[in-house]
């Protein structure tokens, strides 16, 4: 039996494990009993003819998650939309604008934002919201750099409030490429920040104070629930009293359970043979909406020999089965991504033609194997694949415990690294561990979740530009893989200081170019949106037939439900 063979049988062995398992703990009665599955269509009908509450999923990658409402924390829980509201919501599906905030802006100059903000709006706290609130955000950001996970602030000189609905934001250099980035900020009451002695140790226990369409009920290691806020300037569009997030299981196995039970309203996980699993349990409401996401990568420390060597990247790009990977890790939900780093079909306006094959990249070991050793790093007599220091080559590989998808990518790549002669042990620390790891350039592969969004700048900026990664040891922004190449950074500048789109395009060309050439790191399959939902209590989820907001745009999804009466 070939190498492949026995993986795609091992894949198969894995998922039918998986279901066994489920069925086992059905019949045991397992599960945390969380959900209500067992309820009639409309039954969680209130009398002011709102849906009582919706049971969604996990609300922190921690094993024993604390109370942390601090949104730009890395440790924050993760449903903290709920909380806070940005300026504008971009529609991932579709790339539109819809104002929250923020009701406009403009560009007066090419370094300088105008920002026009809602008027009437009120911190849940019942202090009113006015522009003062975004500067003052914005500046924070600016200020305090640990705090900056997206990328806002480098060449943010700073913003002022002009007056109650106007905050205008100055930068260094023309920056209309980042304008979504800025949009989607969320905002802070100053009110409460501004007298924070560390604004990074923050978690605003005692001060979730957020504009959004929910409040903080309560809180506890399994279960975070959020009460709709009545004052709320969209109070009128929430039909939900209370969302209860519950603690995932390590293994997802539990959970897996849970949704086929319908104990969940709605969730994001991989689930294998969703059809069976799910769908099949409950035909009449269970649904599942699986769109193209951001690329998922491998990311190299190109600051840790022999990562660092372009020919050895080169060589590794092609030694890798994409087609095997989304099989074993994908179960046939996702596509091999593009080396270009576009999402394809839907970015293929953008995608340079003289590019071979769209940038998809061919599985050719032997290749891998000769490429390698032209560049210094033969097999030995046993097998094992040497460094230019004549030692064999082994590296550890960082994939969150848990994400079971990932951790079967992981070793997924440990094969094909084993092909070529090289040894990589998967560990698997929790989310919060390898996150901060991968920050600080404590690792030397892992996986990394990079562009697939609307503004192109954004998408290579993100991962490529040196204005957002750090010396190892030193906390990056979004540049992990820490490329630093001057090349690249003008041709970012060149993309930050053009407005029109059919001029961005020869720029994102010559970016993709880099990402071919450079390799310097290797987009592996598109991501699957999972998004799993039951019509059983409340209509009007997004779906393939009504795709009115992409899977991860909570702040239009949870305002646009329709109660199931019954």
């Known amino acids: 039996m070939h190498a492949r063979s026995r993986r795609r049988s091992r894949a198969r062995l894995a998922a039918c494990a998986a279901a066994a398992a489920l069925a086992l703990t059905a019949c045991t009665g397992g599960g945390s009993g969380g959900g209500q599955g067992s309820g009639a269509p409309g039954d969680r009908l209130t009398d002011e003819g709102r849906v009582s509450h919706l049971v969604l999923g996990d609300f ?161 290691p399994q279960r975070f629930t959020v009460e709709r806020n009545p004052d709320s300037w969209r109070a009128d569009t929430v039909v939900v009293d209370e969302l209860w997030f519950e603690k995932a299981d390590a293994g997802g196995q539990v959970d897996q359970l849970k949704l086929a039970r319908g104990e969940y309203d709605n969730n994001s996980m991989y689930v294998p043979d969703i059809e069976d699993t799910y769908v099949a349990k409950d035909p009449e409401h269970h649904r599942y909406w699986f769109p193209s996401g951001s690329p998922i990568s491998l990311f190299m420390n190109l600051e840790k020999a022999p990562f660092d060597d372009v020919e050895f990247r080169r060589a590794i790009s092609v030694g890798l089965d994409r087609v095997a990977l989304t099989e074993d890790a994908g179960s046939g939900y996702v596509e091999v991504a593009s080396q270009t780093l576009l999402v394809l079909p839907g970015q293929a306006d953008w995608l340079d033609p003289t590019i071979p094959d769209e940038g998809m990249l061919p599985y050719d070991p032997d290749a891998a194997d000769a490429a390698l050793t032209a560049a210094g790093y033969p097999l030995d007599d046993s097998g094992r694949r040497l460094g230019t220091d004549g030692e064999p ?174």
């Open 60 to 220: 922190s990658g921690q094993t024993n998650p604390k109370a942390n409402y601090n949104p730009f924390s890395a440790t924050a829980l993760g449903p903290l939309w709920t909380i806070y509201d940005q300026l504008y919501v971009i529609n991932t599906y579709d790339c539109t604008e819809e104002p929250q905030l923020a009701t406009g802006y403009e560009w007066t100059s090419p370094t300088e934002l105008r920002i026009t903000t809602r008027d009437g709006v009120t911190w849940s706290d019942g202090e009113p919201f006015t522009a003062r609130d975004v500067a003052f955000t914005f500046n924070l950001l600016r200020d305090n750099p640990a705090l900056d996970t997206r990328g806002v602030a480098p060449g943010l000189v700073g913003a002022e409030a002009t007056s109650d609905t106007e905050v205008v934001l100055t930068f260094e250099q023309p920056s209309f490429s980042r304008s979504g980035m800025y949009l989607q900020t969320l905002v802070v009451a100053e009110h409460v920040w501004t007298d924070v002695d560390d604004p990074v140790t923050f978690t605003a226990e005692d001060a979730a104070v957020g504009t959004g369409a929910f409040t903080v009920k309560s809180f506890n």
């Open 393 to 566: 080559l082994r590296f550890s590989f960082i994939t969150p415990q848990g994400w079971s998808d990932w951790t079967a990518a992981a070793n997924s790549l440990k094969e094909d690294f084993d092909a070529l002669g090289i040894a990589v042990t998967v560990e698997t620390p929790e989310f919060p561990t390898l996150e901060q790891d991968r920050l600080v350039g404590n690792f030397d592969m892992t996986f990394g979740v990079r562009a697939g969004q609307c503004s192109m700048f954004q998408n290579y900026d993100e991962p490529l530009g040196s204005a957002n990664t750090a010396p190892i040891g030193e906390r990056a922004t979004t540049n992990e893989v820490r490329w630093s190449d001057a090349h690249t950074d003008d041709l970012l500048a060149q993309l930050a200081g053009t407005p029109d789109a059919d001029e961005q395009k020869p720029i994102v060309h010559q970016l993709q170019q880099v990402m071919v050439d450079q390799v310097p790191f290797i987009p592996l399959w598109y991501g699957g949106k999972w998004f799993e939902y039951t019509t059983k209590n409340v209509t009007g989820w997004p779906s393939a037939e009504d795709p009115h907001a992409g899977p991860d745009n909570q702040h239009l999804i949870f305002t646009r439900l329709t109660p199931v009466t019954g």
